[in-house]
């Protein structure tokens, strides 16, 4: 039932994101998401694994989020689409969570086909095998392309902290 509440609340703040549009608020909605994410993380695999996980979805990815939110100037602020949002996203998650369980009748296979999958990640085996290599790759390309982003974003040169020598 935890990891239902969890999962359902990544799942509201997603449906949220598209509705804000206020740089800090968004910011706080992918602080949330990624704090709740590794939060589910850590109950289906390993606490150190979502800690982990965490300490790299805010070292890396939001500190440029942060950076490209302080450059944006603040806009109006629709506070009544993000509580709809939040709710139908909610209720969504919630639904679809119900139809999965009542048409299998139960999640109880489910969940001894994890024990063996949460032994070998919480023991380090399962997060170098064979089958989940590929996430590794692509978790290392997403940071690849973010810091290739931040780099081309403090160029000296090109980028948005450069002089602006024809105001003096």
């Given at each position: 039932?935890?990891?239902?509440?969890?999962?359902?609340?990544?799942?509201?703040?997603?449906?949220?994101?598209?509705?804000?549009?206020?740089?800090?608020?968004?910011?706080?909605?992918?602080?949330?998401?990624?704090?709740?994410?590794?939060?589910?993380?850590?109950?289906?695999?390993?606490?150190?694994?979502?800690?982990?996980?965490?300490?790299?979805?805010?070292?890396?990815?939001?500190?440029?989020?942060?950076?490209?939110?302080?450059?944006?100037?603040?806009?109006?602020?629709?506070g009544i689409w993000v509580f709809f949002?939040?709710?139908?996203?909610?209720?969504?998650?919630?639904?679809?969570?119900?139809?999965?369980?009542?048409?299998?009748?139960?999640?109880?296979?489910?969940?001894?086909?994890?024990?063996?999958?949460?032994?070998?990640?919480?023991?380090?085996?399962?997060?170098v095998s064979s089958s989940s290599v590929?996430?590794?790759?692509?978790?290392?390309?997403?940071?690849?392309?973010?810091?290739?982003?931040?780099?081309?974003?403090?160029?000296?040169?090109?980028?948005?902290?450069?002089?602006h020598s024809e105001l003096k």
């Open positions: 039932m935890t990891v239902l509440s969890v999962f359902s609340v990544c799942f509201s703040l997603l449906a949220v994101m598209p509705v804000l549009s206020q740089p800090l608020a968004l910011g706080v909605v992918v602080l949330l998401f990624s704090l709740f994410s590794c939060v589910m993380v850590g109950l289906c695999v390993s606490s150190w694994y979502g800690y982990v996980l965490f300490l790299v979805y805010v070292g890396g990815l939001l500190v440029m989020f942060a950076y490209v939110a302080a450059l944006v100037p603040n806009s109006i602020f629709l949002g939040f709710f139908c996203g909610m209720g969504l998650s919630i639904g679809l969570y119900l139809l999965v369980y009542v048409q299998d009748g139960g999640v109880v296979s489910w969940i001894s086909e994890f024990g063996v999958s949460k032994f070998l990640f919480s023991s380090g085996f399962g997060l590929s996430i590794m790759v692509v978790l290392g390309a997403v940071l690849l392309i973010n810091l290739l982003a931040v780099v081309k974003v403090c160029y000296y040169q090109q980028g948005p902290l450069r002089f």
